[in-house]
């Protein structure tokens, strides 16, 4: 994929773009985490890798089930988010660490060479750099299909905070 011939340095900008834009998002969303108490809830648990290949499972066999019309019944969960989503969320953030910390390695490797050998070298960082995006994208990549197929009310709760969907104890009967 390019963007064409003579433009590495329209993709520079372009990526150093994205890439503060990435780092602001991670910033804010960090900074949630922690001043709404949000990252208790993100802290793996015991029985969390037999609960994620559970709900892995039911992820993988629900468009299959969908398509022969069967019933697939998912997985309970008694915690805000389950196994799967503790697992993703929190091993993002340690991933955004790592691909900013690559990044800054591999774009400043003079003054950064003892952070590039932290890594394995300027070329290892680079690799890494790159499978750090693979990750993003297998993060990244479900939660958009999820989202659709779950309905506009998940996109609008994920951008506003609010659900139509969920029912909450202030909302008196009147306002309905």
Not at 125 to 130: C, G
Not at 138 to 157: K, M, Y
């Amino acid at each position: 994929m390019s963007l064409g011939p003579g433009m590495l340095a329209v993709a520079l900008r372009l990526h150093w773009l994205c890439a503060y834009a990435f780092m602001l998002n991670g910033a804010v969303y960090v900074a949630g985490l922690i001043a709404g108490g949000g990252w208790r809830g993100l802290l793996p648990r015991r029985t969390d890798l037999f609960d994620a290949l559970r709900m892995f499972r039911y992820y993988i066999g629900f468009p299959l089930a969908k398509l022969a019309r069967r019933q697939w019944p998912h997985p309970s969960s008694n915690t805000k988010y389950n196994a799967l989503q503790r697992g993703a969320y929190f091993t993002i953030p340690i991933a955004g660490s790592l691909s900013v910390t690559t990044g800054w390695a591999i774009h400043k490797p003079m003054q950064f060479h003892s952070l590039a050998a932290i890594f394995g070298g300027f070329d290892a960082t680079r690799v890494w750099h790159f499978w750090l995006m693979w990750v993003f994208t297998l993060f990244v990549v479900p939660h958009v299909i999820l989202v659709f197929a779950d309905g506009w009310d998940t996109l609008r709760a994920m951008i506003t905070g609010w659900s139509a969907k969920v029912m909450r104890p202030e909302v008196t009967a009147d306002e309905h």
